[in-house]
C-alpha cells in the first residue's frame, strides 16, 4: 500500500493541496474557491468549512483507495514566536487562531485544516516554520528606540528549506554552516541564517529593508512621521499605502516582474532606474546579513519568485559577488518543505514540538 | 609677517577658532557663549553680534593684527544638494541661511562670519564641504515610497578629510579610490564614497542606518506609524524622541559613551547589550555600503570621536575585518580640513565654486 502525505497551504483565493510520495509529488493542485462565497466571513478561519468542501473534491479525485494517509502537514500563520521547526497542532494554537490573535490571513487555515485531516486519517497533524520562526541573536531586536523591538518574521519555510538543501548539497549538516538567504517574491526577506537559525532578517511587511514589488521597506523616519502627521492619511490608508501600494507598483504602476522588464526592454528608463533600485537596496541587505555571520558563510542563496528573471540575478551579483558563492533556486518550495518536514517527523529525525 | 588662514567652525553653545600657516595649526581656541543669551534668538543668523563680540577678543588675543589673514574659511551649513569642495560666499548663499531656508542650524553662521572677518581683512572667504554635499546615484535617492526620497547628507567635511588622509598615505589621490567611511559621532555617518564622491549615506538625522548615542536610525516602519498614530506624541515630540532622546539614551538614559563604559565596566548587562546593538548596526551599515562599491575599496575609515574608544573599536573589527582593511583614525578634524581646502585654492589646485 502507498503511503502519502498530504500537504496544504491556504492562499486567499484558493488552497494548494499536494500529495507526496516519499520525496515524490505525486499530485498537486490549486483548488479555488470562489471569491464571493470567502468575501461573507470576516474571520477567515470561518471558511473551513466552505473550503473543505472544494478540498473533499480534490481529494476524492486523487486519494486513491490503496493509499494509507501517513502525516498531514499545513502551512504555518503568524504566531507567537517559535524556534524553527515541527509543530502539533493543540487547542491552544486553533484558539490563537480562531480568535485571529496575530493576524487574519488565509493562512490560519493551515492548521485548521491539517488538524480536521489529521483526525480524520487518525494520523499526526503538523504546521512547519511558520512566519514567526525566531532565532534572531540579542542584537538584532533592538531597533534604536525603546518602544519598537524589531520581530523576526520571514518566509521561513521556503528559507530554511533551501539553506538546508545546499547545506545537504555540500555534504554538511544543517546545523553546521552559515548562509545569507534572500527570498525575492511579492515580499522581500533577506535573512542571516546561523547553523539553521534566523539570526536577523528584515521584516518583509511593515518592517525594514529592501522595497518590494508593492511594499516600502526601510524609510527615512523623519519624512515618515511628517507623512503620518501630515493629516493625508489615516492610519489604516497609510499602513495599507506602505504595504500594498508602495515600491515598484507605485514608482511604475505596475508590480508584474516579467512586465516591468518589458517596460525595460522597449526602452522605459524609469522603469530601468526602479527595477535597478530595488535590486541594489536587496544588495545592501545581503551586505548587512553578512555581518551578522562576521562574514563567515557558506554561500548567499537567491530564492523566491523573482529569482527567475535572469536580469535581476545578474545585476545583483555584480553587487554581491564579492562577498561569496551565490547561488539561485528560483521559485518557491513550500509545498516540499512541509512534506520535508512531515517525512522528518516520520522518520524520528525530528520531534514535534509543543505550541 | 606670519600668513594665516582663520577657520570659523560654529557649534550650538560655541565657536571653534582657529589659525593655520598653510596646513599647520598654530593657534586653537573654543570661545564660549552665553547658553542664555543665544537662547533669546529665535534665528540662529541673529547671533552673529553677539558671537562675533566674543570672536574679536579670541582674534585680538592671538595678535591678530600683527599677522598677515590671507584667507577666511567657515564651515558649511545645511545649504541645497551642492557638489563636494570650495564655495564662495554669495548673498544667495548668505540670504538662505539668514533665511533659514534649509535649517537654522548653528553652522548658518559659518559662511555669515567667514564672510564679514573676509570683507574686513579683504581677502577671500569660503566654505568648504557643506553638510549637503551631494553625489548620490539616481539609485540611492530612491526610497520605495514615491512621496519620499532619499537625501544625502553627512559629516562630509570630516568623512572627506580623512579619506583623503589615507588615501594619501597610501600613496593614491582621493579621486582614484573607493572608501567605507563610518564617522562614528553624536550622529553617525556611513557613506561610500567612489572616487572622492559621498555615493550614498545613511543621513544620520532622522535618515535611515544605526542609531546613534541619542539619535534612531532607520526603524520597522509599521511600528513606527503606529506610534506616530497613538496619541502619545504630536509631531515636534515625536521629533525630538527619535533625535535626540532615542539609541543609548534611550534604551540607558545616558548618551555619553565613556560614562557607558563605565556602566559596562561595573558589570551593568543592560549596557552591555545596547552599546554592543549599536555597534552591530553600525556593521551593517558599513557592509551595505561595502554592496554600493560592488566590494572594490581601498579601506574601510572609521572616524569621529566614538573612535576614541578601543572597545568600540575592537568590537566593531569583529564583525567586520572580513571586509579587508580597517584604518581607524579617531577624532573629529573638521579645523585642518576647512584650512586644507582654503590652501588648495589658495595654491589654485581647486577653484572655488559659485554657489
Known amino acids: ?355 | 609677517m606670519d600668513e594665516v588662514i582663520i577657520v570659523v567652525n560654529p557649534g550650538s553653545t560655541s565657536t571653534k577658532l582657529a589659525l593655520f600657516r598653510r596646513e599647520e595649526k598654530i593657534a586653537e581656541g573654543e570661545v564660549r557663549h552665553d547658553a542664555e543669551e543665544l537662547a533669546a534668538y529665535d534665528n540662529v543668523a541673529d547671533q552673529f553680534e553677539m558671537r562675533m563680540h566674543t570672536i574679536d577678543r579670541w582674534l585680538k588675543d592671538q595678535d591678530i593684527e600683527q599677522k598677515q589673514v590671507v584667507a577666511v574659511v567657515g564651515r558649511g551649513a545645511p545649504l541645497k544638494p551642492l557638489e563636494g569642495g570650495a564655495y564662495n560666499i554669495s548673498e544667495e548663499m548668505l540670504l538662505d541661511v539668514k533665511d533659514m531656508r534649509y535649517s537654522n542650524h548653528a553652522s548658518n553662521l559659518g559662511a555669515i562670519i567667514a564672510d564679514y572677518l573676509g570683507r574686513r581683512y579683504k581677502v577671500p572667504s569660503m566654505i568648504v564641504d557643506p553638510i549637503t554635499i551631494d553625489n548620490f546615484t539616481d539609485l540611492a535617492r530612491v526610497s520605495g515610497f514615491p512621496g519620499i526620497e532619499r537625501k544625502c547628507r553627512s559629516h562630509a567635511l570630516n568623512i572627506k578629510a580623512v579619506c583623503r588622509r589615507v588615501a594619501v598615505e597610501a600613496g593614491h589621490r582621493l579621486r582614484e579610490v573607493n572608501f567605507i567611511a563610518a564617522h562614528l559621532g553624536g550622529g553617525i555617518s556611513i557613506a561610500a564614497i567612489e572616487r572622492g564622491r559621498i555615493i550614498d549615506v545613511n543621513d544620520g538625522l532622522l535618515g535611515m542606518g544605526p542609531f546613534s548615542p541619542n539619535r534612531a536610525g532607520a526603524l520597522p516602519i509599521g511600528a513606527l506609524v503606529k506610534l506616530a498614530y497613538s496619541g502619545t506624541y504630536s509631531e515636534a515630540d515625536l521629533t525630538r524622541r527619535l533625535s535626540a532622546e532615542s539609541g543609548l539614551q534611550g534604551y540607558l538614559g545616558e548618551s555619553d559613551l565613556r560614562q557607558v563604559e563605565k556602566m559596562i565596566e561595573a558589570g551593568d548587562k543592560k549596557a552591555v547589550l545596547y552599546y554592543r546593538a549599536m555597534i552591530y548596526q553600525v556593521a551593517k551599515e558599513i557592509c551595505a555600503c561595502a554592496g554600493v562599491l560592488k566590494g572594490d575599496f581601498y579601506a574601510v575609515v572609521i572616524t569621529g570621536g566614538m573612535a576614541k574608544s578601543e572597545r568600540l573599536v575592537t568590537t566593531l573589527k569583529e564583525y567586520i575585518s572580513f571586509l579587508g582593511r580597517v584604518v581607524v583614525i579617531p577624532g573629529e578634524f573638521e579645523m585642518e580640513a576647512l584650512a586644507a581646502g582654503a590652501v588648495r585654492v589658495i595654491d589654485g589646485t581647486e577653484i572655488p565654486k559659485d554657489y
Open chain 1, 1 to 355: 500500500m502507498d503511503e502519502v502525505i498530504i500537504v496544504i497551504n491556504p492562499g486567499s483565493t484558493s488552497t494548494k493541496m499536494a500529495l507526496f510520495q516519499g520525496t515524490e509529488k505525486v499530485a498537486e493542485a490549486a483548488v479555488s474557491h470562489p471569491a464571493d462565497e470567502l468575501d461573507q466571513f470576516e474571520n477567515v478561519a470561518d471558511q473551513f468549512e466552505l473550503r473543505m468542501r472544494n478540498i473533499d473534491e480534490w481529494l476524492d479525485q486523487h486519494l486513491l483507495e490503496n493509499v494509507k494517509v501517513t502525516a498531514v502537514a499545513g502551512r504555518g500563520a503568524r504566531l507567537c514566536p517559535l524556534d524553527s521547526g515541527a509543530y502539533g497542532i493543540n487547542d491552544r494554537m486553533l484558539q490563537d487562531l480562531h480568535a485571529m490573535k496575530y493576524s487574519n490571513h488565509a493562512g490560519n487555515l493551515g492548521a485548521i485544516i491539517a488538524d480536521f485531516l489529521g483526525r480524520r486519517f487518525g494520523v499526526p497533524a503538523i504546521i512547519y516554520d511558520p512566519i514567526t520562526v525566531d532565532g534572531f541573536n540579542a542584537c538584532a531586536r533592538i531597533s534604536g528606540v525603546p518602544e519598537i523591538e524589531r520581530v523576526c518574521r520571514s518566509h521561513a519555510l521556503n528559507i530554511r528549506e533551501i539553506c538546508r538543501r545546499q547545506a545537504e548539497a555540500v555534504g554538511a549538516g544543517f546545523a553546521e554552516v552559515n548562509f545569507v538567504a534572500a527570498h525575492l517574491g511579492g515580499g522581500i526577506s533577506v535573512a542571516a541564517v546561523e547553523k539553521g537559525r534566523i539570526v536577523d532578517v528584515n521584516d518583509a511587511l511593515l518592517g525594514m529593508g529592501p522595497f518590494s514589488t508593492e511594499r516600502a521597506g526601510a524609510l527615512p523616519i523623519g519624512p515618515l512621521v511628517d507623512l503620518a502627521y501630515s493629516g493625508g492619511y489615516t492610519r489604516k490608508e497609510l499602513i495599507n499605502k506602505l504595504s500594498r501600494e508602495s515600491g515598484l507598483k507605485a514608482y511604475l504602476g505596475e508590480s508584474d516582474l516579467r512586465r516591468i522588464e518589458a517596460m525595460i526592454d522597449a526602452g522605459d528608463e524609469k522603469a530601468a532606474l526602479y527595477f535597478h533600485a530595488m535590486v541594489y537596496q536587496v544588495a545592501k541587505e545581503i551586505g548587512a546579513c553578512v555581518v551578522a555571520l562576521k562574514g563567515n558563510l557558506q554561500a548567499i542563496v537567491i530564492t523566491g519568485g523573482m529569482a527567475r528573471s535572469e536580469r535581476l540575478v545578474n545585476t545583483l551579483r555584480e553587487y554581491i559577488s564579492f562577498l561569496g558563492p551565490v547561488s539561485v533556486v528560483p521559485g518557491e518550495f513550500e509545498m516540499e518543505a512541509l512534506a520535508a518536514g512531515a517525512r522528518r517527523v516520520l522518520a524520528g529525525q525530528e520531534i514535534i514540538k509543543e505550541y
